[in-house]
Structure formats: structure tokens, C-alpha cells
């Protein structure tokens, strides 16, 4: 039997409260990287603390302790990691510029770019004023997926950093605890698990249950320790019977067993809908052996010894995960059938499969050893990787929470394998099309694909790709290339990115052209109607027209002339007062739909809301919020104003003078039938001729009263419409919704609170 090696603890060292004996520990962590990297500048780790120290010596933690110990713990960590000198020292650092006076200069100075740019990138933006929170918190998210895109280990601190801030979250209000134990399940675990940083991933998920799901993680936590001495014997007895089979078969090996995490159990149980105590395979036993060759003779041996469950074993050796990861997995029925996995794996794989990108930086610094040769590498080896930083370029200057959704669906939610006819496998996310898959494999044959080849049938190209299709791309050079039709299935913020690019490239190209075609041929009408050429020629005439063609000057007119998406009748009908079209009638309905909502609402004394055991008290609906039947609603008691009825999530009645004075209410619906009630809509879309008109169209085949309305169009060829509109309920409210989504070129509609 080999030596066990020293496994990857990820533990936090135990520092007294005061910030004098964090040099203990800066002193161990420097003994740990000259043990791993004997070459590694230990001195800049020495000079990288005591900058920190000095920073943070007037600042503490929540929890009354000094600030220095939070990214000392991070130090350890990176060295526990055996992580470089230079991230090392970042780490340390890493709260320096955001918290203290000293600059990105500074740093840069005493410790070289390297360090500097480190630093920068898990920096927060808090120099910059941003309308909300959440605009914010994207910003600074976007701001490291870039940095990452350059340096890996960037992200790598951020996770240590996030590590550290959820071990000590007891600290925080409960409503940040919520806040940050969210964003940890959302971006950070997924982020670890997709650089194959499973020690850190698995840890992170279990603290974000604990405080997003007190009571499941309390409930697994006392079931598992409830048989948990019956468990390790049943663990122990397996793993006995495979060493004495490991040792008969000559194989030297290393056999440990494992329960499984508590998230792992909570998803299980919430996906399959089981009890704790419905659920057989808790834990893992797992074989570490020196060759690949004795992987799979050991998983013949495990196969004869219990029985494999069927469409359960997983061979990620031949076919890695995308996050480098390889391992044989197999689920096999034991002889009291009771189910558990086996895992079988070498040395170094294991070490891959705890640290992921982290075991890259393990050992290496010193002669010969470059961090950027370090980046290329990881991005040869993770595709996503590779995608990322395109994606980075593509979208560098765009919306940052559309970056934000672009990473979350392209990166995090990545779970289609296709594999290519060479058997290079592609890794796509759920909802992908040979497009999707032509445009990861190259942009110009994303662009010239003509027809697509999946499993040896011809299929259509919006055709959605399965796990373990074989997808050919036919291309032809000849070809025109995208059209718009191809962003309406598309799911990859990467393909459409690019098609977005190609069209209006293409479009550039021809537009001055267009223009003057749309010149001449409302020139030409003007004169065929004996109009005055010097008026509707020019651009005052147009001016309040623009917005009802989704236009931003009269260029932009002649140019939907020129593209035929515009007729001249219909435009010279609009500014000429002889004939009116629809859009000239808007205001006049909306008039028309507001005067009768009020003539309503003068008949009806509560707005189908009454209080219990209550009577002859004003009821209003609050304007912020529009609450409509079949939302959870509440009462809150002004003063002079009678009742004011607001949707339970509206964040107007959260503070806690409010809370105070909120009161139960109740929709009464045997008053209903004759009421309408507004509901504020946010419609984001593509920019372009008769979205309105579509809009307004559907509103108006359901009968639903349009009360105000407004379109904005921005610079990125996105249109922004606000609408108020009558409906009868909640359930009314959501057939409108679903009718709108149908609309070509919508992306979001979401219910306002103001």
C-alpha cells in the first residue's frame, strides 16, 4: 500500500483576537509555500502582510475581530491551495485599495503589476454611483469575469474570499446573510464547480443551505448524525472487502469513504421528492490507484464483487467533464440492497478533482515559470474558458446585466455535450441549435452554415441538440450569411452576439445607399400628389412622428422607405391632416379608456378589498405597487388617508415603522365581476417597426384597456415601453403577459413596482 498523501484540508487556522499573533500564522504560511515552491519570492508575502496589517490596523470584522485576520485566512488558504507567491500576496492585499487610502499605484509600485492587477480585479466598484443595488452587484460581477478572463487567479481569491466571508456569516443581519447566501448558490458555487474546485464548491453550497434553508439543513444534519455510527460501519465493512480484493489483485491503492454533502441530499431529496430515509445512496466509497490501466481493472473487479445499477456508470477518464475532471463512476447495489457509487480514479486525477485550475499554480513557480503561459494553458484544456473570454470581448461594453444573463445561461448552465464528427465534444446550454453549436466552433462557420447533419440526418438548423449527438455542419462560402430569423431560436449570447455583429456590419454597408432609394421615392410621391416639396422634405415636419416608426431622424425614415418596411402612404397619411391613421388616435382611446375606468370606479365604494370586522373606513389601492386580485395583499393604516392596500412584496412597506401599523386584508370576490384594476407593465424589445402596433394589436384582441403608454428606443437598437393597462385579475394579468411574449423581437416583460 502506497503512503497516504496529505489531504486538502481547506480548514481555517485558529487565531487568537488580536491582530499581533497573525504573524504566527504568516510565518506558518510562508514555511508552507517554501516547502512547495522553494523558489518563490517568500519576501513579497512578508512585505505584502505588514502593508496590510498597517492599512487594516483601525478596522474590525462584525464579529469584534482585528480586519487583518480576514485576509490572512485567505493567505492560508491560497497556501493550503499551493497557490504562487504573487496571488498569495494579492490576497493579502486584496481589501487594500477598496478599504484603505492606498491606490492601485500604490501597489503596483511596491509589488508589480502582476500583484496590482490581481488586486484590481476582485476590487469592488464603489467609487461609482448606480441607480440600484442590483445594477451594482453586476458591475462588480462583470468587473471580475473580465479580469478572469485574463488571469484565472483572479477568481480563484474571489472564491477564497467568498469561502472565508460564508464561514464567518453568523456575524451578519439576517437579511445580508440572505442576500449573500444567494449570490453564493447563484454565481459562486456554480463558478467553483466549473473551474473543477470541488473542496471549495461543496463547501460553499452546504453554508448558503444553512442560512437560505435553516430547517432542511438542520433536519439532514441531525438525520445523518442520528446513523452515522451505523453508516461508517457500513462504509467501513465495504471499504475492508475492497482492500482485501485490492491486495489479492496485486493493485496498490488508497480506499476512503464518504458521506455526501448536505446540498448534494437536499437536491436529491427535493428533485426525487424523497424523505432523508427514502434515500440509499448517501455516500461514496472512492479507490485512488497509480495507473489509468488499474482504474478500469479495479472497476472489473467492483462489477463482479456487487451488482452495477443499470444506465449508472459514468466513464469521465475516455470523456472528461468540460471542467477537466476524470473519474470512472459506477452505482452498485450492495448485499443488503442498499444502492452506493464507487468512484475509481490516479493520484493525479484526484488532485485535479478537488483543486481543479488551483493545481495548476501547485509547484511550479520559480525557473521557467510564467503566469501568463499558466492562462493559455488552462484555456487550451477548458473550452467554456476559451468561450468566456469571447464573450468578454463581444459584450465588453454592452448592458451589464445582460453580460450577467449572457454568463449565467452560456457558462454556468452549460450541461449539452455534442460531439463533433471527429469526436471533439462541444459543450453547449440547455436549448442549443447546430447555429449555437457552428458559431462555438468558429465564428465564419457559424456565419456561412447553410444546413446542419445530426446523427446522419439532415435536420433543420433551429433543430435544439441533445447530450451525445454527433452534429456536421454543412457551409457554403457563398452563402449571405445570418439573417435576423436566426436570433429568434439561437440560445447563445455567443451566436447572437455575433449575428448581431455580422448584421450590422452588412447593414452599414447599405444603408447609405437605402437612404437615398427612401429619398427619392418619397420625393417621388410628394410630387405625385402635389405636395409641397420643401415641407415634407423637411425634418420639423416629421419631428412628432418619429417615435410612432420607431425612428430617431428622418434618415432613419428614408431608410425604412428604402427597405420597404415603411410605405409612403402610410407615412404621408400620418403628417398629412387630411387622414389619420391609428397611431393618431392613441391619445383619444386613451382618453377615451381612462374616463370610463373612472366613471367605474365612482360606483364602487371598497375596490373589492374589505377589512375583517370593519366597516366605513376609506380603502385605496396604493399607486406603487397596483395590487390585483389574486395577490397576497396587506393593509397599511395612514393617517387621515383611511386604508391604504399594498401587494405583501412590495418593498414600500418594509420599514419598521410600517410593519407596525400593516393590518390584514382581504379580497372580496363577490364584488369583482365589474371592476378593473391597473396592472404597470416594463416591455424590453428589439427596436423595430410596429412593435408598438403588435403590442397595442394583442392588448386590444383581449379587450384589455391600454391607459397610458410609453416607448423609449436606445443606442444599442433596444426599445423600452411602459404600459399601464385594466385588467380583471392576476390570472387575466398573466394570459396578457404570455400573449405579449409571443410578439416577435420581445426579451422581458416584468410587472413594475414603483
Not at 389601492?621 to 390585483?628: A, F, H
Request: net charge neutral; aromatic share 8%; proline share 3%.
Amino acid at each position: 500500500m502506497p503512503e497516504a498523501k496529505e489531504p486538502v484540508i481547506l480548514s481555517p487556522e485558529k487565531i487568537p483576537q488580536h491582530a499581533d499573533d497573525t504573524d504566527v500564522l504568516v510565518d506558518k504560511i510562508i514555511g508552507m509555500v517554501k516547502g512547495y515552491s522553494p523558489n518563490a519570492n517568500t519576501d513579497m508575502i512578508y512585505v505584502a502582510y505588514k502593508l496590510a496589517k498597517s492599512a487594516h490596523s483601525h478596522q474590525f470584522r462584525r464579529s469584534g475581530a482585528p480586519y487583518i485576520e480576514h485576509p490572512v485566512q485567505l493567505a492560508y488558504i491560497a497556501a493550503q491551495l499551493s497557490l504562487d507567491a504573487t496571488a498569495i500576496s494579492a490576497a493579502l492585499l486584496h481589501d487594500v485599495v477598496e478599504d484603505t487610502p492606498y491606490t492601485y499605484e500604490n501597489i503596483e509600485t511596491i509589488f508589480g503589476k502582476s500583484v496590482a492587477e490581481l488586486v484590481d480585479g476582485v476590487t469592488k466598484l464603489r467609487k461609482i454611483k448606480y441607480n440600484t443595488r442590483e445594477e451594482q452587484q453586476v458591475e462588480n460581477l462583470r468587473k471580475m469575469f473580465l479580469a478572469m478572463a485574463k488571469d484565472i487567479r483572479v477568481v480563484i481569491i474571489k472564491l477564497i474570499d467568498r469561502l472565508h466571508n460564508m464561514r464567518t456569516l453568523n456575524f451578519m443581519p439576517r437579511a445580508k446573510q440572505l442576500l449573500i447566501s444567494k449570490e453564493t448558490l447563484d454565481v459562486y458555487a456554480p463558478l467553483a464547480h466549473r473551474l473543477g474546485m470541488s473542496k471549495i464548491k461543496i463547501e460553499l453550497e452546504d453554508l448558503a443551505l444553512k442560512y437560505l434553508d435553516p430547517v432542511a439543513y438542520e433536519e439532514i444534519r441531525q438525520s445523518i448524525n442520528q446513523k452515522k455510527d451505523e453508516r461508517e460501519k457500513y462504509i467501513r465493512d465495504i471499504m475492508d472487502v475492497l482492500r482485501e480484493k485490492l491486495d489479492q489483485m496485486n493493485i496498490k491503492s488508497q480506499v476512503t469513504g464518504r458521506a455526501k454533502h448536505f446540498y448534494s441530499i437536499f437536491r436529491k431529496m427535493y428533485t426525487q421528492n424523497k424523505t432523508i430515509d427514502e434515500l440509499y445512496d448517501l455516500f461514496a466509497v472512492r479507490i485512488i490507484v497509480d495507473t489509468v490501466a488499474d482504474c478500469y481493472a479495479v472497476l472489473g473487479m467492483v462489477h463482479d464483487l456487487y451488482t452495477p445499477v443499470p444506465m449508472r456508470f459514468k466513464d469521465y477518464i475516455a470523456m472528461p467533464k468540460p471542467n477537466m475532471y476524470q473519474s470512472l463512476h459506477t452505482s452498485v447495489i450492495g448485499e443488503d440492497g442498499n444502492t452506493f457509487e464507487i468512484q475509481i480514479r490516479t493520484e493525479e486525477m484526484d488532485e485535479l478533482a478537488e483543486l481543479g485550475v488551483a493545481a495548476h499554480w501547485r509547484y511550479k513557480e520559480g525557473k521557467g515559470y510564467s503566469a501568463k503561459a499558466e492562462q493559455k494553458e488552462i484555456g487550451e484544456k477548458l473550452q467554456w474558458l476559451r468561450e468566456f473570454i469571447s464573450l468578454s470581448d463581444d459584450i465588453k461594453d454592452g448592458d451589464a446585466k445582460e453580460y450577467y444573463d449572457s454568463i449565467s445561461r452560456d457558462i454556468f448552465e452549460a450541461n449539452v455535450y455534442v460531439l463533433t464528427p471527429q469526436g471533439k465534444i462541444v459543450e453547449l446550454p440547455n436549448g442549443s441549435t447546430p447555429v449555437d453549436f457552428a458559431y462555438r466552433i468558429h465564428t465564419e462557420v457559424g456565419h456561412h452554415t447553410v444546413g446542419a447533419i445530426v446523427n446522419n440526418v439532415m435536420v433543420p438548423i433551429d433543430t435544439k441538440l441533445n447530450t451525445g449527438d454527433v452534429c456536421e455542419i454543412k457551409t457554403n462560402k457563398q452563402s449571405a450569411g445570418p439573417s435576423e430569423d436566426w436570433l429568434k431560436f439561437v440560445r447563445t449570447a455567443g451566436a447572437r452576439n455575433k449575428i448581431r455583429t455580422f448584421l450590422a456590419k452588412k447593414e452599414a454597408e447599405t444603408k447609405k445607399d437605402t437612404i437615398e432609394d427612401g429619398k427619392k421615392i418619397l420625393k417621388d410621391e410628394i410630387k405625385k400628389r402635389g405636395l409641397d416639396e420643401k415641407k415634407f422634405l423637411d425634418p420639423e415636419t416629421y419631428k412628432t412622428y418619429l417615435g410612432a416608426f420607431g425612428a430617431r431622424s428622418l434618415d432613419d425614415i428614408f431608410y425604412f422607405i428604402g427597405k420597404k418596411n415603411l410605405s409612403v402612404a402610410t407615412l404621408l397619411e400620418k403628417v398629412n391632416p387630411k387622414k389619420t391613421g391609428f397611431f393618431d388616435n392613441l391619445s383619444k382611446i386613451l382618453q377615451r379608456n381612462n374616463e370610463q375606468k373612472e366613471k367605474l370606479e365612482k360606483t364602487t365604494s371598497n375596490n373589492g378589498v374589505v377589512v375583517k370586522g370593519v366597516s366605513g373606513l376609506k380603502i385605496q389601492l396604493s399607486k406603487c405597487c397596483n395590487p390585483i386580485p389574486g395577490d397576497q395583499i396587506t393593509g397599511y393604516v395612514s393617517q387621515g388617508q383611511g386604508i391604504k392596500v399594498h401587494r405583501v412584496d412590495c418593498p414600500n412597506i418594509k420599514q419598521k415603522e410600517i410593519q407596525s401599523r400593516l393590518i390584514d386584508v382581504y379580497w372580496d370576490f363577490a364584488s369583482l365581476s365589474n371592476l378593473k384594476f391597473d396592472a404597470d407593465l416594463q416591455i424590453d424589445g428589439l427596436d423595430r417597426t410596429n412593435l408598438l402596433n403588435d403590442i397595442i394589436t394583442v392588448l386590444g384582441q383581449m379587450k384589455i384597456n391600454i391607459l397610458n403608454i410609453h416607448a423609449d428606443a436606445s443606442d444599442d437598437g433596444r426599445a423600452l415601453i411602459k404600459l399601464k393597462i385594466g385588467v380583471d385579475d392576476a390570472e387575466h394579468l398573466n394570459r396578457a403577459i404570455a400573449n405579449l411574449e409571443r410578439i416577435q423581437g420581445i426579451y422581458d416583460i416584468k410587472r413594475v413596482i414603483h
